[in-house]
T-cell receptor, first 113, second 114 residues
């Protein structure tokens, strides 16, 4: 158990819909990272937040957005969903002062039908 | 552009045999290198990391990796594989500059046969 929690574990929705994925980092970690893992694209970095502020952006679509709240939990919002958005979405948090020591949550499996 | 290549999509080894998983990276500066393991239905777990210093790094679960700058490689090794090592292994490069970004390889799936 990494200490990073993600909800829900599974999500099934239809094309065109909007969903919100939630992540709680490990206690004391200020950074949250979101990743998408799909068969086509592999594991891709989406976005990073540090203490409520966006810090880095990767291959995140404009239909996707994220935020980090004052209690440091983060939400990833996916809108206008397409079949190709079906994937595992991971959240990770990192040790303060060491952005590369990341601890991953169990993931949310999103299925778009 | 930064990239990570894991040339072996799938590897099968016998339990007790040695293991080497290959990883090559492309990055202009000194990279930060990582190996992660993903068991079925699980998130990724950090096995080991290289930032600087000794090029042979030790990780958890008996794994080690060696950074070879001349070959742009960071291969993962284990002298004796256990059945519980069957999983997906990802090599990653971390970069500084425009944010802290991670680039993952496509992964190597390890099967361990008794």
């Amino acid at each position: 158990d990494s200490g990073v929690t993600q909800t829900p574990k599974h999500l099934i929705t239809a094309t065109g819909q909007r969903v919100t994925l939630r992540c709680s980092p490990r206690s004391g970690d200020l950074s949250v990272y979101w990743y998408q893992q799909s068969l086509d694209q592999g594991l891709q970095f989406l976005i990073q937040y540090y203490n409520g502020e966006e810090r880095a952006k990767g291959n995140i679509l404009e239909r996707f957005s994220a935020q980090q709240f004052p209690d440091l939990h983060s939400e990833l919002n996916l809108s206008s969903l397409e079949l190709g958005d079906s994937a595992l979405y991971f959240c990770a948090s990192s040790v303060v002062g060491n952005p590369y020591e990341q601890y991953f949550g169990p993931g949310t499996r999103l299925t778009v039908t | 552009a930064q990239s990570v290549t894991q040339p072996d999509i799938h590897i099968t080894v016998s339990e007790g045999a040695s293991l080497e998983l290959r990883c090559n990276y492309s990055y202009g500066a000194t990279p930060y290198l990582f190996w992660y393991v993903q068991s079925p239905g699980q998130g990724l777990q950090l096995l080991l990391k290289y930032f600087s210093g000794d090029t042979l790094v030790q990780g958890i679960k008996g794994f080690e990796a060696e950074f070879k700058r001349s070959q742009s490689s960071f291969n993962l090794r284990k002298p004796s594989v256990h059945w519980s090592d069957a999983a997906e292994y990802f090599c990653a490069v971390g970069t500084l500059g425009a944010g802290n970004q991670f680039y993952f390889g496509t992964g190597t799936s390890l099967t361990v046969i008794p």
